[in-house]
């Protein structure tokens, strides 16, 4: 009984290091998206590289799809841009843009000078678009299955590492799924 | 004297900020409370602390732009955190809604204040009951 006066505190007071310590490491700025499992919200926006153009959510129907959220702004985005134009050229999902509050001028200067790997960019200068995609930050890569149901969302850069671990075993779920 | 006009000046400077929403405001008084009522229980996501009432982050332009179209188009107060809701997760809300994920936030305050109350009886009635006991005891090693 006597020990027990010691040691409750002791015990509560590692629990309380116990959930300080974790809270060290969690990341508050991964705020999990409401839009997972849910068909992708739908967009109607003018393509960045051919004006007049649109581009619609549905486009992107069919095939397992990634949906990248970037701008020229966004530091993150060209950290990320050698590995996005990797995976276009490996051709294992179609890669789509969407040009977050941005001009257009300089998104098809940047297309220019670091490649293009997206099939079609969604031009969206006021954020309109990506107001419904919950679009916070850049860059965000969304991933949709072929109905069109968002199946995850990545915040930050996506690298070699982000996408052996979340990304090709969703994939590879889908398309073992279709057979 | 130069310094006290100095620190008289200087004390004006807080009024020469502008303020953050440039947006026209209603005309309705109502319809103004509301807007402020609602943006200042959004939270802005790029600046996490802030509400979007307080946040000039891009986003929180876009989401006050939002609300108050929303409000213009004669949306309700639940229409609106619901539409919010629905893009950003209940972490934009302030006051986010009770439900299994959020009981532990919700309840930790009472679960403390119950955690302290058990604590302060079991405290205060050994004390009281070793008082008595001291008084003897010591009483006897002073003989």
């Known amino acids: 009984m006597k020990s027990l006066r010691y040691l409750l505190p002791a015990i509560l007071f590692a629990a309380l290091l116990a959930v300080f310590w974790k809270g060290l490491f969690l990341n508050p700025g991964e705020v999990p998206s409401p839009l997972i499992g849910k068909p992708a919200p739908a967009f109607q926006l003018e393509e960045l590289s051919t004006p007049g153009q649109t581009f619609a959510t549905a486009d992107m129907r069919g095939r397992p799809a990634l949906l990248n959220v970037w701008a020229t702004w966004c530091a993150g985005c060209r950290q990320e841009h050698a590995f996005l134009m990797q995976l276009a050229k490996s051709g294992e999902v179609p890669i789509y843009g969407l040009n977050y509050r941005d001009e257009r001028a300089p998104a098809l200067a940047w297309l220019k000078d670091l490649g293009d790997p997206y099939e079609k960019t969604a031009y969206d200068p006021k954020g309109e678009g990506s107001l419904d995609w919950g679009v916070y930050g850049a860059p965000e890569t969304f991933l949709m299955d072929p109905a069109g149901t968002v199946v995850y969302k990545h915040l930050g850069p996506l690298n070699g590492n982000v996408w052996a671990r979340d990304f090709r075993p969703r994939i590879e779920a889908m398309q073992g799924g279709r057979r | ?143």
């Open chain 2, 1 to 143: 004297m130069k310094r006290l006009l100095l620190a008289a000046l200087l004390v004006l400077v807080p009024l020469a900020s502008p303020a953050i929403d440039t947006g026209s405001a209603f005309e309705d008084p109502a319809q103004q409370a509301r807007y402020e009522r609602l943006t200042s229980e959004l939270r802005c996501l790029v600046c996490q602390n802030q509400t979007i009432a307080d946040s000039n982050a891009e986003l929180a332009q876009d989401l006050r732009r939002q609300t108050r179209n929303m409000i213009r188009d004669g949306k309700t107060d639940a229409e609106i955190t619901q539409f919010m809701t629905e893009r950003y997760g209940d972490f934009v809300l302030y006051r986010p809604p009770l439900k299994p994920t959020t009981w532990l936030l919700w309840g930790a305050p009472v679960i403390l204040l119950l955690f302290g109350a058990i604590a302060a009886v079991i405290v205060i009635s050994r004390k009281s009951r070793e008082g008595s006991d001291d008084g003897a005891a010591a009483g006897g090693d002073a003989r």
